[in-house]
């Protein structure tokens, strides 16, 4: 069975830094893309970052472009996300998903962890 | 930049055909796929590449892609079937595009 579980999300201080990691398994996790999306509270779905399976090619949204830092360790079986400088309009549940698309750019999702909650507040 | 559009809402009464758009510019031109998202829940891939349908996703959950808009369509609809239903966009030149969400209420 599919797995993949988030960790790492808590409450920060705009302007802080968090590091969310998420942990594979039910599936050989070196030969997948991955990605993380995320959803503000009441809102929709948003794509911020992905990752090929030997960290060759990245892509990030505009809105963390510069910020966050995606990166995968495939002996490990995780996938991170270092996100820096963190802003109120981060607040989200951060998801990791796995991408089947094998298209070296983000192409759909097919297993999606449950997500942990990133609260950026004073 | 690439917007998709779907309707807010949609209600349908149990054992009905639920239709749910998503428009957007040459829509047609670029793959197309489907979530549903219960409450509380995370994002569950209901179709994707405008047709296909993931193993154990039921047949009642179908798609289709023409155009500028896509199509999710459940048959005999169930009140489980009662979410949020996202559809998404992608091809070599877009980045992933997420429409705003269509919340399907079974009445």
């Known amino acids: 069975e599919v797995q993949l579980v988030e960790s790492g999300g808590g409450w920060v201080q705009p302007g802080g830094s968090l590091r969310l990691s998420c942990a594979a398994s039910?599936?050989?996790?070196?030969?997948?893309?991955m990605n993380w999306l995320r959803q503000a509270p009441g809102e929709g779905l948003e794509w911020i970052s992905f990752i090929t399976t030997g960290s060759g090619t990245i892509h990030y949204a505009d809105s963390v472009k510069g910020r966050f830092t995606i990166s995968r360790d495939n002996a490990q079986n995780s996938l991170f996300l270092q996100m820096n400088s963190l802003r109120v309009e981060d607040t989200a549940v951060y998801y990791c998903a796995r991408d089947p698309g094998g298209q070296l750019v983000p192409a759909y999702f097919d297993y999606w962890g449950q997500g942990t909650l990133v609260t950026v507040s004073s | 930049s690439y917007e998709l559009t779907q309707t807010p809402s949609v209600s349908v009464s149990p054992g009905q055909t639920a239709s749910i758009t998503c428009s957007g510019d040459?829509?047609?031109?670029?793959?197309a796929c489907w979530y549903q998202q219960r409450p509380g829940q995370s994002p569950v891939l209901l179709i994707y590449q405008d047709t296909k349908r993931p193993s154990g996703i039921p047949e009642r959950f179908s798609g289709s892609n023409s155009g500028n808009t896509a199509t999710l369509t459940i048959s005999g609809t169930q009140a489980m079937d009662e979410a949020d239903y996202y559809c998404?966009?992608?091809?070599?030149?877009?980045?992933?595009?997420f429409g705003g969400g269509t919340r399907l209420t079974v009445i």
């Open positions: 040459k829509l047609g031109d670029d793959y």
């Open positions: 039910g599936f050989t996790f070196k030969n997948y893309e």
């Open positions: 998404q966009a992608w091809d070599r030149s877009t980045p992933v595009v």
